[in-house]
T-cell receptor, first 109, second 117 residues
Framework: GNSVTQMEGPVTLSEEAFLTINCTYTATGYPSLFWYVQYPGEGLQLLLKATKADDKGSNKGFEATYRKETTSFHLEKGSVQVSDSAVYFCALNDYKLSFGAGTTVTVRA | GAVVSQHPSRVICKSGTSVKIECRSLDFQATTMFWYRQFPKQSLMLMATSNEGSKATYEQGVEKDKFLINHASLTLSTLTVTSAHPEDSSFYIC?????????????FGPGTRLTVL
């Protein structure tokens, strides 16, 4: 079946540091891939997505590229801010969403 | 973007009582909604798929008589936790599906924190 594996946290960074969260997937077919963000006490918000191989999703300075050859969708941001502190979930959609375990990111001022 | 609301945001109840959680799509119609459960520091677990006008489809291991789902209109789905017990305490999140495959997208509600004493 479909599954998503993402880097375990927690991750603690200083402001303006570079952030990478690894995500790999296993799927039959060609799913769409997503990154969701969850701020404390809130539901999930879609951060970015890619629907086919080599697509790059981007939003709010975050980027991720759909790599079919490595079955990966790593999330990156070049310079994080305190407001980026949240839990990040990688997910794939092959009829229904399958989520990774989530990575907690804390950015210190 | 599309907005999904949940009510209540928090509920505390006594063991043995039933609790109803509402999920509404505020500015769009959704024939399909999903219910998830999230344990502390863990990922979301899909509980069931709710389809307007028909019975919900439950994931393996989810008791349909325990978690009653009603999707009576294109903007409202409800989850009722019947005879709640402390182990049902969790964060329940709904989502509503818009668009058509492969460009469909789920929009998530803010979640409901259920605490059963």
């Amino acid at each position: 079946g479909n599954s998503v594996t993402q880097m375990e946290g927690p991750v603690t960074l200083s402001e303006e540091a570079f952030l990478t969260i690894n995500c790999t997937y296993t799927a039959t077919g060609y799913p769409s891939l997503f990154w969701y963000v969850q701020y404390p006490g809130e539901g999930l918000q879609l951060l970015l997505k890619a629907t086919k191989a080599d697509d790059k999703g981007s939003n709010k300075g975050f980027e991720a590229t759909y790599r079919k050859e490595t079955t990966s969708f790593h999330l990156e941001k070049g310079s994080v801010q305190v407001s980026d502190s949240a839990v990040y979930f990688c997910a794939l959609n092959d009829y229904k969403l399958s989520f990774g375990a989530g990575t907690t990111v804390t950015v210190r001022a | 973007g599309a907005v999904v609301s949940q009510h209540p945001s928090r509920v505390i109840c006594k063991s043995g009582t039933s609790v109803k959680i509402e999920c509404r799509s505020l500015d769009f119609q959704a024939t399909t909604m999903f219910w998830y459960r999230q344990f502390p520091k863990q990922s979301l677990m899909l509980m069931a798929t709710s389809n307007e006008g028909s019975k919900a489809t439950y994931e393996q291991g989810v008791e349909k008589d325990k978690f009653l789902i009603n999707h009576a209109s294109l903007t409202l789905s409800t989850l009722t936790v019947t005879s709640a017990h402390p182990e049902d305490s969790s964060f329940y999140i709904c989502s509503a599906l818009t668009g058509t495959s492969p460009n469909n997208e789920q929009f998530f509600g803010p979640g409901t924190r259920l605490t059963v004493l």
